[in-house]
T-cell receptor
Framework: GQNIDQPTEMTATEGAIVQINCTYQTSGFNGLFWYQQHAGEAPTFLSYNVLDGLEEKGRFSSFLSRSKGYSYLLLKELQMKDSASYLCAVREGNYQLIWGAGTKLIIKP | EPEVTQTPSHQVTQMGQEVILRCVPISNHLYFYWYRQILGQKVEFLVSFYNNEISEKSEIFDDQFSVERPDGSNFTLKIRSTKLEDSAMYFC??????????FGPGTRLTVT
């Protein structure tokens, strides 16, 4: 079956670092995505990993271990505007994305 | 940066009515998608469209749903006879090749 797990909610402090984990069990794997979604808005793309390792893009980094079915999103120097839901999604084949339920990140001053 | 656009932003309809949700993907994109998100729940894949045909669809995408790309720019989702449980945010997305899907702002569908 398909299963993508991520924590429901996390809280962090402005200026700090937070790591959001995602574990997946899917019948196929053709890439893992992280999206940010503010309430009432569309998901916006953050990162894409298809090979093992770390992808860094500014304040955001994403890590993938295919053998462990595991990824994390690392957010550094947190800002209040980073308060949002962070969605982990796996592409099994060529097309469909399977989505996790999202992690709501609350940033406190 | 080019954007995916969707109209209308909010559609209210009565149960049993047909609705058509419209999307204009980014012009050089080749793969098109519809997703839905019921309030407070996760994003769910409905259908993907490539080379003028459905390439993949989920269990949600039953006979009540259909998609069209009528004129090379628009991409539409039709729900033939809406049900209360169809109330959700519907997102269109598109991509060239590779990974990144660009999402439109969504259409909020409310079925009463």
């Amino acid at each position: 079956g398909q299963n993508i797990d991520q924590p429901t909610e996390m809280t962090a402090t402005e200026g700090a670092i937070v790591q959001i984990n995602c574990t997946y069990q899917t019948s196929g794997f053709n890439g893992l995505f992280w999206y940010q979604q503010h309430a009432g808005e569309a998901p916006t793309f953050l990162s894409y990993n298809v090979l093992d390792g770390l992808e860094e893009k500014g304040r955001f980094s994403s890590f993938l271990s295919r053998s462990k079915g595991y990824s994390y999103l690392l957010l550094k120097e947190l800002q209040m505007k980073d308060s949002a839901s962070y969605l982990c999604a796996v592409r099994e084949g060529n097309y469909q994305l399977i989505w996790g339920a999202g992690t709501k990140l609350i940033i406190k001053p | 940066e080019p954007e995916v656009t969707q109209t209308p932003s909010h559609q209210v309809t009565q149960m049993g009515q047909e609705v058509i949700l419209r999307c204009v993907p980014i012009s050089n994109h080749l793969y098109f998608y519809w997703y839905r998100q019921i309030l407070g729940q996760k994003v769910e894949f409905l259908v993907s469209f490539y080379n003028n045909e459905i390439s993949e669809k989920s269990e949600i995408f039953d006979d009540q749903f259909s998609v069209e790309r009528p004129d090379g720019s628009n991409f539409t989702l039709k729900i033939r006879s809406t049900k209360l449980e169809d109330s959700a945010m519907y997102f269109c997305a598109s991509r060239v090749t590779g990974g990144k899907q660009y999402f439109g702002p969504g259409t909020r569908l409310t079925v009463t």
